[in-house]
């Protein structure tokens, strides 16, 4: 197979599980949880739908960001050329990707540090009927959640700028 069509076929992969990972995850965010309001007003109902939600969400999140790391890699080679290290650092296409990249892995970490840690305690709290508790930890999740969605924005726009050098 010519390996411009290898390089189109990855690069396709890459944009389309971005599509799905941002998509998806301002989806989970601008009309999930807002309806889930809407259909209850019971903290610990309302808590398990949008918990179970998000859960079935982060095995589709866990397997995109793995495609997404590794296909982002790939490309960067191609479009960067033999020369890596160097286009990386003195080109304006190179220093757009590592700001990308270093965004990636803000996100990454922002994203999975959120989860681990807040998701949990707000579970455990819905469930003991904290809800005083969850209120306030909620807020602080959801900051960090909307930072994470803001990061994804600047992701996005960096890919798009990539185009043009």
């Known amino acids: 197979m010519d390996i411009m069509l290898i390089d189109l076929i990855i690069l396709w992969i890459h944009v389309f599980t971005a599509i799905f990972f941002v998509g998806g995850s301002f989806f989970i965010w601008l009309v999930v949880y807002p309806a889930s309001f809407k259909i209850t007003d019971d903290e610990r109902l309302r808590t398990r739908i949008v918990g179970r939600i998000g859960k079935e969400f982060a095995a589709f999140t866990n397997v995109s960001i793995i495609i997404l790391i590794l296909t982002g890699l790939y490309n960067a080679t191609w479009y960067l050329g033999s020369d890596f290290t160097y286009a990386l650092l003195n080109t304006e296409g190179g220093q757009i990707l590592l700001v990308k990249g270093i965004f990636v892995v803000a996100m990454v970490l922002l994203m999975y540090g959120n989860n681990i840690y807040h998701g949990k305690r707000i579970m455990k709290m819905s469930q003991e009927g904290n809800l005083e508790g969850l209120k306030r930890l909620r807020k ?21 700028a990539l185009g043009f050098y």
């Open 140 to 160: 602080t999740s959801h900051l960090l959640s909307y930072i994470t969605l803001a990061l994804m924005m600047i992701i996005t726009i960096l890919a798009v």
